[in-house]
């Protein structure tokens, strides 16, 4: 019967000794896997909270410069209608004073033209001459009121319209030098409409020129502000993704904790039920030995006093035995060390000699398990410390290498959209220049024809006066006055007169004309040149900060390339490093316990197992 309950319980100590080992590793396991998912939700909180700051910043940034970029929008297409407005103005006002031009020097044409016929009549009209000059005079009346004609010139135009109403006679109207003082009121009317028109085409210009700027540098800010809206659109959206990562993380970080926590506790709760019904079945397995001990005790006293002395040199042993078993359980129950309880449990079925070598062999081990594990914590203090030192190295030295790389990179970026820009520029200015050398070829063009036309009426005029001048002034002249009497050559040389005097105050018209397109052109000429100049000044400029940007460009590349290079090293050197940390790192890291709470532990399992051992020793 003691047999069979000896076999029961070394069959369940050895059970629970296999239980109680699960129960350690799986613990170090569940605390160890614990720790590294606090850490890892930590790292995903900061990681969330860094995200959202981030998106705040980067959506207040887009609505921004979403306000900004329509606010300038809106400018823009302002400053579009506005110029359209000033355009078609400016159309309508060249429209008018080019017809009033023409009018005034079609009116001075015809009254010079009528005074010319009259003369040649001796001071009368013909009913065509009058119809053409009224005409003439009363289309003068929808000038009168031009923005450049002055108050003098304005009452010179009445007077003659009234004088027109009013002469009865055709001396009337021409006397007293009317004529001559409206031909020269209509000739500067003329002039200073010529130089309003000059004023205004060269306003238009102008404005044209300063629109066309402020629009490109309205459409430029948009451009770049659109650009900054799409990085900070594109930025946030990463974000979003990255926040939303890092929060699903979280949860199956938190929720993995969660899971481990509990297991850990039904695991600690498990084992302890586990070892207490060991407990109560080891003393019952024991209290059963003991009376089938004390029976067979009493059986044989009566046959042998050697069996007594025996017996009792055996109750001392187990005496002793009891109190190192107690001792050895209290220690892994004070320890919480399974090991040591099922240790304790297991020993209480073997002699008494075996139990000492059972102790002993325990502390054997646990002096080796302390020699292993110093040298393991030198070992990886030594290779930790290194690697460290090398990771912090690489990740200082890559962290340079980013940051000059991205330097050069968005400097490279800036560079290539300010060449843009400038040939940009450089291609607006020679397009604008061209539009400018067409407009003064065909200015040239039409001052050549104006030129060349007013020259041969000149010309001509002078010419005609020449020959009408021998005509007069010659024999034919002599004869004339010969054949006829007073009253004819008194006519004749009146006649002779006037013709010659419309002669020339055509030429003298024709001169002036010629003298005022000159000037006219001289002055757009130089316009045009200054204009050039400052094309060519300002194109040289911009091709030149371009060549000085490429070559920039140009160099920058050259660093971007070498840096990459380096970056490509310093991060697979990185990622060795980082690859040795993490082999390391199942070996080396922090464990829970700690390595000094676990030297102290053993320290304390090997003084109790050598006072066990002292123990048995004493009996």
């Known amino acids: 019967m003691a047999g069979k309950v000896t076999k029961e319980r070394d069959e369940a100590a050895k059970v629970f000794e296999e239980y109680a080992k699960f129960c350690d590793d799986e613990s170090v396991a569940k605390e160890y896997a614990i720790k590294d998912s606090k850490d890892a939700i930590e790292e995903y909180t900061a990681t969330t909270y860094d995200s959202k700051a981030i998106i705040e910043t980067e959506d207040s940034k887009v609505a921004d410069l979403s306000s900004k970029i329509s606010d300038t929008e809106s400018e823009l297409s302002t400053a579009n209608a506005l110029r359209n407005q000033e355009h078609e103005s400016f159309v309508k006002t060249e429209k008018e004073l080019l017809g009033t031009t023409e009018e005034l020097a079609g009116a001075q044409a015809e009254i010079k033209k009528a005074l010319s016929f009259i003369q040649a009549q001796g001071g009368k009209m013909s009913s065509q001459d ?155 397995n024991n209290a059963e030995l003991t009376a089938l001990g004390k029976a067979k005790a ?115 970026s800036k560079l290539t959209e300010e060449i843009s820009s400038l040939s940009k520029e450089v291609a607006e200015n020679d397009a604008a220049m061209k539009t400018a050398t067409d407009v003064r070829q065909k200015e040239k063009a039409e001052f050549m024809v104006v030129e060349k036309d007013l020259s041969e009426s000149q010309e001509a005029c002078a010419a005609a006066t ?81 060549k000085g940007k490429l070559s920039e460009v140009k160099s920058l590349k050259v660093t971007v390339t070498d840096l990459s290079s380096d970056k490509d090293a310093l991060t697979g050197e990185l990622d060795a490093v980082l690859a040795y940390l993490d082999k390391l790192k199942p070996q080396c890291e922090v464990k829970v316990p700690s390595y000094a709470e676990r030297k102290a532990a053993r320290e304390q399992e090997i003084e109790g197992l050598k006072n066990a051992l002292e123990v048995l020793a004493a009996n």
């Not at 919480?336 to 054997?364: C, N, Q, W």
């Open 298 to 412: 009493i059986l044989l006293k009566k046959f042998a006093l050697v069996q007594t002395r025996t017996a009792t040199r055996n109750d001392a042993q187990d005496d002793a035995k009891a109190r190192v078993l107690k001792s050895i359980e209290q220690l892994g129950q004070r320890l919480h060390k399974t090991a040591l309880i099922a240790l304790a449990y297991r020993a209480a079925s073997d002699p008494f000699v075996k139990i000492r070598g059972m102790v002993e062999d325990m502390i054997a081990k646990l002096l080796q398990e302390a020699a292993e594990e110093a040298d393991q914590k030198a070992f990886c203090d030594e290779e930790l410390g290194q690697s460290k030192k090398a990771k912090a190295d690489k990740e200082g030295k890559l962290s340079k290498v980013n940051s000059r790389l991205e330097a050069a990179t968005s400097t490279t």
């Open 466 to 546: 020449e020959v009408l001048r021998e005509y007069y002034e010659g024999a034919s002249l002599v004869q004339t006055k010969a054949k006829s009497g007073s009253k004819e050559v008194e006519n004749a040389e009146r006649d002779a007169s006037g013709i010659l005097g419309m002669l020339e105050v055509a030429e003298s018209d024709f001169a002036t004309g010629l003298a005022e397109a000159r000037t006219v052109e001289s002055q757009s000429q130089d316009e045009y040149d200054k204009l050039a100049a400052d094309s060519k000044m300002l194109k040289t400029t911009k091709e030149l900060e371009i």
């Open 130 to 284: 009058r119809s053409v000059m009224n005409s003439v005079v009363q289309s003068l009346g929808g000038i009168v009121e031009a923005s450049f004609v002055t108050q003098k010139q304005k009452e010179h135009i009445a007077a003659l319209l009234q004088q027109s109403a009013d002469a009865q006679e055709d001396a009337a109207f021409m006397g007293e030098g009317g004529t001559d003082a409206i031909l020269n009121t209509l000739a500067d009317m003329e002039d200073k409409a010529e130089t309003s028109l000059s004023e205004v085409r060269k306003g238009e210009a102008e404005a044209q020129m300063n629109g066309a700027l402020l629009k490109q540098g309205l459409e430029n800010e948009i451009k770049n502000m659109k650009k900054e809206k799409g990085e900070s659109t594109s930025r946030s959206a990463s974000t979003k993704q990255k926040l939303a990562q890092a929060e699903e993380d979280l949860v199956a970080e938190q929720k993995g904790l969660a899971e481990d926590t509990a297991y850990l506790k039904d695991l600690k709760r498990d084992c302890q039920d586990r070892a207490q019904t060991f407990e109560v079945q080891t003393k019952d």
